[in-house]
């Protein structure tokens, strides 16, 4: 795969093709294996550290009824842009698909959801990378990062200062760099790092089994304490963005030898995927119990991880380090994106130096603050989820067949597209209201 890594539901294509080479010219090397990881990929990124939490808000098996849910929906949604794409065969990207039905307003549409995705996972990825470094406090609990666990608590290694050093000595240097070379291997390696983590986890949990010390599971939700029935679609926007790929799917599509072959690669990571995080989310579940954060990440401290240091720091830092590598490409998708929006006439942008700085450092800097004014990945977990990604994902799709501009949707099509759109619309609609009520109520 020479031109695609995908993080959380994030569109990163070769932004800056090299010199001399077509713009449609794409190399049908790629097995159905190769399709699985990079699908795969797509899929399990910094999500998989806050499943545990939504496993806290449902229980155990509402959860896990949810993530299957939301899978065969996925799966359902990503078969209608498939169909639509092979009826043709002129439009092969997500963006022309939406183009054929509803014209330029329908394109623009989703390259604006896919900007606000991309720009909400960066976020996310500082935040983690400020919880490892820095830690975290909620509810009066203070959970210390590496920095504090290694040197003590300073001003220098306090969240602002960590990250900010983070992003100018490491992801400052990276996406100053002109263009992004191939990075498919990556995809195997982003796979073999989520199953090396549940390994280890799982390996923590057992021991934690064996000294007596694992958390007791919650099996149904808990409405004691004030808790509302509504807060339980809040954990909904949170599985969409962990489980999304759509916009993985073309590119990775066009790669395929056989691209009859892709649905099989859909369903396929969709299962691998949804076991990841069914471990995940029951291993860390056991493991923290109630005290489990947003960030799973979070608990692996020396005071609340049954884990050694050494063993939390390794956890913690890998997965840090991984983000850290991933976060500037995810970053040249965005920064295109935004230079093809704001200017659509201009020179490319590889070869206006100001215009490159100019997009470089403002970006950089709105994602630096952001990270640093709302640590908290639950928030843009829920806000990407219940606007952007509910929009790329069920939305559009579910929009494309009713729209139906080549005649070849079925009842059936039309039924579960309707019922696509509605739940979409209604689970996002009462998880923002709901945030919004709690937070005016705490306020008030």
Same mark, same amino acid.
């Given at each position: 795969?020479?031109?695609?890594?995908?993080?959380? @539901?994030?569109?990163?294509?070769?932004?800056?093709?090299?010199?001399?080479?077509?713009?449609?010219?794409?190399?049908?090397?790629?097995?159905?294996?190769?399709?699985?990881?990079?699908?795969?990929?797509?899929?399990?990124? #910094?999500?998989?550290?806050?499943?545990?939490?939504?496993?806290?808000?449902?229980?155990?098996?509402?959860?896990?009824?949810?993530?299957?849910?939301?899978?065969?929906?996925?799966?359902?949604?990503?078969?209608?842009?498939?169909?639509?794409?092979?009826?043709?065969?002129?439009?092969?990207?997500?963006?022309?698909?939406? #183009?054929?039905?509803?014209?330029?307003?329908?394109?623009?549409?989703?390259?604006?959801?896919?900007?606000?995705?991309?720009?909400?996972?960066?976020?996310?990825?500082?935040?983690?990378?400020?919880?490892?470094?820095?830690?975290?406090?909620?509810?009066?609990?203070?959970?210390?990062? %590496?920095?504090?666990?290694?040197?003590?608590?300073?001003?220098?290694?306090?969240?602002?200062?960590?990250?900010?050093?983070?992003?100018?000595?490491?992801?400052?240097?990276?996406?100053?760099?002109?263009?992004?070379?191939?990075?498919?291997?990556?995809?195997?390696?982003?796979?073999?790092?989520?199953?090396?983590?549940?390994?280890?986890?799982?390996?923590? &949990?057992?021991?934690?089994?064996?000294?007596?010390?694992?958390?007791?599971?919650?099996?149904?939700?808990?409405?004691?304490?004030?808790?509302?029935?509504?807060?339980?679609?809040?954990?909904?926007?949170?599985?969409?963005?962990?489980?999304?790929?759509?916009?993985?799917?073309?590119?990775?599509?066009?790669?395929?030898?056989?691209?009859?072959?892709?649905?099989?690669?859909?369903?396929?990571?969709?299962?691998?995927?949804?076991?990841?995080?069914?471990?995940?989310?029951?291993?860390?579940?056991?493991?923290?119990?109630?005290?489990?954060?947003?960030?799973?990440?979070?608990?692996?401290?020396?005071?609340?991880?049954?884990?050694?240091?050494?063993?939390?720091?390794?956890?913690?830092?890998?997965?840090?380090?991984?983000?850290?590598?991933?976060?500037?490409?995810?970053?040249?998708?965005?920064?295109?994106?935004?230079?093809?929006?704001?200017?659509?006439?201009?020179?490319?942008? @590889?070869?206006?130096?100001?215009?490159?700085?100019?997009?470089?450092?403002?970006?950089?800097?709105? %994602?630096?603050?952001?990270? %640093?004014?709302?640590?908290?990945?639950?928030?843009?977990?829920?806000?990407?989820?219940?606007?952007?990604?509910?929009?790329?994902?069920?939305?559009?799709?579910?929009?494309?067949?009713?729209?139906?501009?080549?005649?070849?949707?079925?009842?059936?099509?039309?039924?579960?597209?309707?019922?696509?759109?509605?739940?979409?619309?209604?689970?996002?609609?009462? &998880?923002?209201?709901?945030?919004?009520?709690? &937070?005016?109520?705490?306020? @008030?």
């Amino acid at each position: 795969m020479k031109s695609e890594i995908n993080k959380d @539901s994030v569109v990163t294509t070769t932004l800056l093709p090299k010199s001399n080479q077509l713009k449609n010219e794409v190399s049908k090397i790629s097995s159905v294996s190769g399709a699985v990881f990079n699908v795969s990929t797509s899929i399990i990124g #910094a999500g998989i550290m806050s499943i545990p939490a939504t496993l806290k808000v449902l229980g155990i098996i509402p959860g896990f009824v949810v993530i299957l849910i939301m899978g065969f929906l996925m799966e359902v949604t990503i078969e209608f842009l498939l169909r639509y794409t092979n009826h043709t065969g002129e439009s092969d990207t997500y963006g022309g698909v939406m #183009a054929e039905s509803f014209g330029k307003f329908g394109s623009l549409s989703l390259q604006t959801c896919v900007v606000i995705t991309n720009l909400g996972a960066l976020i996310i990825y500082l935040i983690i990378i400020g919880d490892v470094l820095s830690g975290d406090q909620s509810d009066g609990v203070v959970h210390s990062g %590496i920095l504090q666990e290694c040197f003590g608590f300073h001003w220098w290694n306090t969240r602002a200062y960590s990250v900010l050093f983070v992003v100018i000595f490491v992801m400052l240097p990276l996406v100053l760099l002109p263009r992004v070379e191939s990075l498919g291997h990556a995809s195997a390696v982003s796979i073999l790092l989520a199953v090396i983590f549940v390994i280890i986890i799982s390996g923590m &949990a057992i021991y934690a089994m064996l000294e007596g010390k694992t958390q007791q599971l919650r099996l149904v939700p808990d409405f004691s304490d004030g808790f509302s029935f509504f807060n339980l679609f809040t954990t909904i926007p949170v599985m969409a963005t962990a489980l999304a790929c759509h916009v993985t799917i073309h590119p990775v599509r066009a790669e395929l030898v056989n691209q009859s072959n892709m649905t099989s690669a859909v369903r396929i990571s969709l299962i691998l995927s949804a076991v990841i995080y069914l471990a995940v989310g029951f291993v860390g579940y056991l493991l923290f119990g109630d005290s489990i954060m947003a960030d799973m990440l979070v608990n692996f401290d020396q005071t609340n991880s049954p884990g050694g240091l050494l063993i939390n720091a390794a956890v913690r830092l890998s997965y840090a380090l991984h983000l850290m590598l991933v976060f500037p490409v995810i970053f040249y998708s965005l920064r295109s994106n935004m230079d093809e929006m704001i200017f659509p006439r201009k020179s490319l942008l @590889s070869n206006d130096t100001s215009r490159f700085m100019l997009l470089t450092i403002v970006l950089l800097s709105f %994602i630096y603050f952001i990270a %640093i004014a709302i640590p908290n990945i639950w928030y843009f977990y829920q806000f990407i989820g219940s606007t952007a990604v509910a929009c790329i994902a069920f939305v559009f799709p579910g929009a494309i067949v009713l729209r139906d501009v080549h005649g070849i949707s079925t009842r059936k099509d039309r039924a579960m597209a309707i019922i696509v759109v509605i739940l979409a619309v209604v689970t996002s609609a009462i &998880a923002i209201s709901t945030n919004l009520f709690s &937070a005016f109520g705490n306020s @008030s």
